[in-house]
């Protein structure tokens, strides 16, 4: 028994080391050549000038408004900027520092989630996924939304998860509250929309009244991180949701708002979702490969209601959001995806750590990463 106790703390050990040097190479890889990697581009200037002028008492309701359509998203990153330079001075660099540390951020969060709900050979698939993922390090490094993407989308699979598990109304008001940070963030977070409302309706069942409630708490959330906007549209006219409808309807529609900027044909989306798991297209298929054998396994699987509720619920945000790519006709950049990105590492490195002996798993991931 002692020689087993030794022998399990051993392990432990050894994987607390591993995981405390992929954070340490993480935080590396997005500091490194830290002076010549920082972007003050046109976007992040303004963001700038917003943020001086509301220290010079000049509050706004509105936030960054989209390159395309003319909408605006809600102030709380203008408020954010703002606090900063209030607390540094006027020094861009502390805002890459920021944005650094919310790459980083996602990474423990992302972490922490799949050793809460799952196992802690899940948890350390998706931190080998995660610390040297090319668009991740990118998205910690550049200015405006792109950290903040990733980082939103683990706080709501954090929020909602939590939620599965009080299963009381403020914990599903915080889901509301979680999720509205995209609208200060960015608008490609609606292609998690449908998934959300999918999981509401069927996780977590009870009576009629209970499931009408959790709507009414989430969109109460929403509705409060909306807030700023919609105050600010009631005073002008409605002017930016009825940009936004148009922009939506537009998009939607292959109209010109889409076909003459970046637009993904049926090919380019299936390429860029193979590129979420490796930029080796057969190492891809390899993975989503494994990753659906574990998925038919798991039925076979003795999992508690925990654990299969949590790949459940991974499974819906990944693979609808993914079909959502395919359905959308409207412009796509890389970063737009940053959200079903992340959702599909959790995912897939949750279904990988299933895979029995757990060497191969952590094998083929690791030659992915590294």
Same mark, same amino acid.
């Given at each position: 028994?002692?020689?087993?106790?030794?022998?399990?703390?051993?392990?432990?050990?050894?994987?607390?080391?591993?995981?405390?040097?992929?954070?340490?190479?993480?935080?590396?890889?997005?500091?490194?050549?830290?002076?010549?990697?920082?972007?003050?581009?046109?976007?992040?200037?303004?963001?700038?000038?917003?943020?001086?002028?509301?220290?010079?008492?000049?509050?706004?309701?509105?936030?960054?408004?989209?390159?395309?359509?003319?909408?605006?998203?809600?102030?709380?990153?203008?408020?954010?900027?703002?606090?900063?330079?209030?607390?540094?001075?006027?020094?861009?660099?502390?805002?890459?520092?920021?944005?650094?540390?919310?790459?980083?951020?996602?990474?423990?969060?992302?972490?922490?989630?799949?050793?809460?709900?799952?196992?802690?050979?899940?948890?350390?698939?998706?931190?080998?996924?995660?610390?040297?993922?090319?668009?991740?390090?990118?998205?910690?490094?550049?200015?405006?939304?792109?950290?903040?993407?990733?980082?939103?989308?683990?706080?709501?699979?954090?929020?909602?998860?939590?939620?599965?598990?009080?299963?009381?109304?403020?914990?599903?008001?915080?889901?509301?509250?979680?999720?509205?940070?995209?609208?200060?963030?960015?608008?490609?977070?609606?292609?998690?929309?449908?998934?959300?409302?999918?999981?509401?309706?069927?996780?977590?069942?009870?009576?009629?009244?209970?499931?009408?409630?959790?709507?009414?708490?989430?969109?109460?959330?929403?509705?409060?991180?909306?807030?700023?906007?919609?105050?600010?549209?009631?005073?002008?006219?409605?002017?930016?949701?009825?940009?936004?409808?148009?922009?939506?309807?537009?998009?939607?529609?292959?109209?010109?708002?889409?076909?003459?900027?970046?637009?993904?044909?049926?090919?380019?989306?299936?390429?860029?979702?193979?590129?979420?798991?490796?930029?080796?297209?057969?190492?891809?298929?390899?993975?989503?490969?494994?990753?659906?054998?574990?998925?038919?396994?798991?039925?076979? =699987?003795?999992?508690?209601?925990?654990?299969?509720?949590?790949?459940?619920?991974?499974?819906?945000?990944?693979?609808?959001?993914?079909?959502?790519?395919?359905?959308?006709?409207?412009?796509?950049?890389?970063?737009?995806?940053?959200?079903?990105?992340?959702?599909?590492?959790?995912?897939?490195?949750?279904?990988?750590?299933?895979? =029995?002996?757990?060497?191969?798993?952590?094998?083929?991931?690791?030659?992915?990463?590294?």
């Amino acid at each position: 028994m002692e020689e087993k106790h030794q022998r399990i703390s051993l392990r432990t050990k050894i994987y607390l080391l591993c995981v405390t040097f992929l954070f340490l190479l993480g935080i590396f890889l997005r500091v490194y050549h830290f002076s010549q990697n920082i972007q003050f581009d046109q976007d992040f200037g303004r963001d700038s000038l917003y943020a001086m002028r509301m220290l010079n008492g000049k509050l706004t309701l509105l936030g960054p408004q989209a390159s395309v359509g003319g909408f605006y998203l809600a102030p709380l990153y203008f408020y954010l900027v703002a606090a900063v330079y209030g607390l540094v001075g006027y020094v861009p660099q502390a805002m890459s520092v920021v944005f650094i540390g919310m790459g980083i951020a996602t990474e423990w969060i992302g972490f922490h989630l799949q050793k809460t709900y799952l196992s802690r050979t899940a948890a350390l698939l998706f931190l080998l996924f995660a610390v040297a993922h090319q668009t991740l390090i990118i998205a910690s490094r550049s200015a405006t939304n792109q950290p903040m993407i990733p980082l939103v989308t683990v706080v709501t699979v954090l929020a909602y998860m939590s939620a599965l598990q009080k299963k009381t109304l403020r914990s599903y008001l915080y889901v509301g509250l979680a999720y509205g940070l995209y609208f200060h963030v960015h608008f490609s977070g609606l292609l998690l929309f449908p998934a959300l409302l999918l999981l509401l309706l069927v996780q977590n069942k009870g009576t009629m009244r209970y499931t009408i409630q959790k709507f009414i708490a989430v969109g109460l959330g929403i509705f409060i991180m909306l807030s700023p906007l919609v105050f600010f549209d009631l005073r002008h006219n409605l002017i930016t949701t009825k940009a936004f409808v148009t922009y939506i309807s537009a998009s939607a529609e292959g109209k010109a708002i889409a076909t003459n900027l970046p637009h993904w044909n049926t090919v380019e989306k299936i390429q860029h979702i193979l590129k979420f798991f490796s930029p080796n297209i057969a190492l891809s298929l390899l993975i989503l490969g494994l990753a659906g054998f574990c998925a038919v396994k798991m039925r076979e =699987r003795h999992m508690n209601g925990t654990r299969r509720s949590y790949l459940t619920a991974l499974g819906v945000f990944s693979i609808s959001s993914a079909l959502f790519i395919f359905v959308y006709k409207g412009y796509l950049f890389d970063y737009y995806v940053l959200s079903q990105l992340t959702v599909s590492l959790l995912f897939v490195s949750a279904l990988l750590s299933l895979l =029995r002996p757990r060497v191969i798993a952590v094998g083929i991931v690791s030659i992915t990463a590294f």
